[in-house]
């Protein structure tokens, strides 16, 4: 026997009843998306490098630390992307989806980063992302936001809170930027030893910080929301009214900066105190910089990213996980004679009732075993085949949950039989 072969730390095989909800989860959201317009996207998992260094930003956590970069037989440096708004912009730009038109996209897949593996961060991880391109205004980043909440709904998530900020424009970003510096730079001594370097590199990142140790420092810091250009403050009043109209809770959180370099003005996330430290189940923001930044003609953008393992995670503390689909009909086949036809009745159903789940019992078994799997798998109802039911052409229909007696059924009646069972 060879020696077993363990998956890579931080990667992790989802199966059974986490596969199945983590579909539903994927069928939830691609649902919401499909009620407000949305289009589906399929991108590549690895990209060149210099996509992510030059959109995310050299100096930020995935830049510095978290890439899994690679060089190909070519010796080219590729990337597996570590979020998807850098693959999406790109793919816009290449194809001109943006020229001249409004695209409104959403995608789901695996991201990579190399952080250390914990409850809710892992090395390969799940993202539902959205992006937006061409649209300048208020309103859609509201719609993005009114979206979010309308999936919580529908997934019966809870206690699930908005934060909101606003960066301004990237003016405004500057002028504040040596503010910043100048507060941090009289209190030197209290900046940990990344702050110390982003001091000089990118001051915004150290609001980011995620060591408690400086927790104080940064929320006595100057804030970017007080320094707002009056065009971006004007954009953020109307988001907020939007999200007023809809009764839709938020909080304004000025420290809210994101770990990505790309935003402007509207950023949000939603955050839970039920998943400890790792509570940001979905974050984005506006990036009107970016699609030019990639080579673009200059296009107003805005997105967000969920993290399926994150809402996975809080589904389960919540007890709403999406159960299973479970087989409606389980065809029980008893005798050596009996497997043929019944492979035959399966299908008959499966034609005739295309919205039913029929399991047949492969494999074969004593009735008492059959049974025992017909019950164990929640079907409503056993189908089921003995050498006499296939010689007289009928199958007995057994109810599974209630206490009632078998039927006998001749095949030519089944589907309808069944029909007004299921109405
Ligand atoms: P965090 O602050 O938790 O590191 P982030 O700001 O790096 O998150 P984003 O890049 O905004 O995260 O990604 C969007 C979402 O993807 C996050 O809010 C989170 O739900 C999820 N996510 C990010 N990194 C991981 C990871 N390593 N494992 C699992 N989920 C993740
Ligand atoms: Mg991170």
């Given amino acids: ?76 440096s590729l990337t597996l992307r570590p979020e998807g708004t850098a693959g999406c912009v790109r793919a816009v730009v290449q194809n001109g989806l943006a020229h001249n038109q409004i695209q409104k996209l959403y995608y789901s897949g695996p991201m ?4 250390r593996p914990q409850k809710g961060r892992y090395r390969q991880f799940h993202q539902f992302g959205v992006e937006v391109f061409g649209l300048a205004s208020a309103d859609i980043d509201a719609e993005l936001i ?42 030197q001594s209290q900046l940990d030893e990344d702050s110390q370097r982003r001091l000089n590199t990118n001051p915004l990142r150290i609001l980011d ?45 000025p420290s809210l900066v994101r770990g990505l370099d790309y935003y402007n003005r509207t950023v949000f996330e939603w955050v839970t105190t039920e998943l400890g430290a790792q509570g940001t189940v979905c974050a984005g923001g506006r990036y009107d910089g970016l699609v030019e930044q990639i080579g673009g003609k200059s296009t107003p953008a805005v997105g967000f990213a969920m993290g399926i393992e994150r809402l996975m995670a809080l589904l389960i503390d919540q007890d709403k996980l999406p159960s299973a689909e479970q087989p ?58 003995g050498d006499q039911e296939v010689s007289d052409k009928v199958v007995a229909l057994k109810p599974l949950r209630v206490d009632s007696e078998q039927k006998l059924i001749a095949w030519s009646e089944l589907v309808e039989t069944l029909k007004s069972e299921f109405n």
């Avoid at 990579?112 to 952080?115: L, M």
């Avoid at 250009?229 to 938020?250: N, P, R």
Wanted: charged share 25%; net charge negative.
């Fill in 1 to 76: 026997m060879g020696q077993q072969i363990s998956a890579i730390r931080g990667m992790n095989d989802i199966y059974g009843e986490d596969a199945e909800a983590f579909n539903a989860l994927i069928q939830a959201a691609e649902r919401v998306m499909q009620q407000y317009g949305y289009k589906s996207i399929r991108l590549p998992i690895v990209e060149k490098t210099e996509l992510f260094s030059r959109s995310i930003g050299e100096v930020t956590d995935i830049v510095e630390k978290e890439m899994y970069t690679f060089a190909d037989r070519n010796d080219d």
């Fill in 112 to 115: 990579f980063r190399y952080e």
């Fill in 146 to 187: 009114i979206l979010t909440a309308r999936l919580w709904e529908q997934l019966g998530l809870e206690n699930l809170e908005l934060q909101i900020n606003s960066l301004g424009s990237q003016q405004a970003r500057l002028e504040y930027r040596d503010i910043l510096v100048e507060y941090f730079n009289q209190n």
């Fill in 209 to 253: 910080s995620k060591n408690p140790d400086m927790r104080e420092l940064i929320e006595a810091a100057p804030k970017l929301i007080d320094h707002l250009d009056d065009e971006s403050a004007e954009h953020f009043e109307q988001v907020k009214q939007h999200l007023d109209d809809l009764g839709i809770e938020y909080l304004v959180n």
């Fill in 328 to 385: 409606d009909l389980y065809v029980v086949a008893v005798g050596e004679k009996v497997t043929r036809p019944a492979m035959i009745v399966a299908e008959m159903l499966r034609d005739g009732l295309p919205q039913l789940n029929v399991q047949m019992n492969c494999g074969g078994g004593s009735f008492k075993s059959q049974f025992k799997k017909a019950d164990k798998s929640g079907a409503s109802f056993a189908v089921v085949l």
